[in-house]
């Protein structure tokens, strides 16, 4: 029970990466938060935590929101009495150059992949800090760390989550709060599957992975849950790659 008696809070915590996360946190012991849009999903994900002894909640929340995040943080502690991790899942992606992406897609994806989590951390810091610490987990990308053609709006957000994560980290040390980002290759969700589901790309995608396949959202929530436990007390202001090795080229 690496998590017990911790409350934690995830984002995009419906489905794909989100969930993992919520249901191996869940499965340690801790008290889930799950924020999502997707109502239906997001309460199917607190029945099969439920079903498997944990206990959860979901909570409707747009990360986009201010006060969508202040309703959210304020129902967490009314519930379970604070909040000790905060992972900032919540993300949206897509595939255009630079000239190709519009200004209100270029917006919308700032808005959901950096803004989201900035408005996750300033509310949800004083709370974690009046608890004695926490920690912070964001979930970035490795497109934050290489080039590409496409993609330019997501990894520009993902950079900014990035480069948040360090400010933060020097900010919260003196708090007890650690803050670190997670940075996955191509991992098989709902997000990426219509993507990998073209003729020919699973393959083409997993033969540019030095260990032969594609991430797994079990893989991610192994990492997150490593971080969120006592275990990672010495790791704050680190980025953390998971994809198999292919940036190790």
Known sequence: MRLEGKVALVTGGARGIGAAISSAFAREGAKVVVGDLLTGEGEATVEAIERQGGEAIFLPLDVTDEGSWE???SATVARFGGLDVLVNNAGIGMRATLEEVTLEQWRRT???NAKGPYLGMKLSVPVMAA???GSIINMSSIAAMVGGEASAAYRASKGALWALTKAMAVRCASQG????SIHPGDVVTPLSQPFLDQPGRMEERAAMV???RLG???DIADLALYLASD???YVTGSEIVIDGGRIAY
């Open 177 to 180: 709060i650690r803050v670190n």
């Open 110 to 112: 700032m808005d959901v």
């Open 71 to 73: 309703r959210a943080v």
């Open 210 to 212: 030095p260990l032969g």
């Open 231 to 233: 275990e990672s007390s």
């Open 131 to 133: 608890r004695g610490g």
């Open 216 to 218: 797994q959202p079990k």
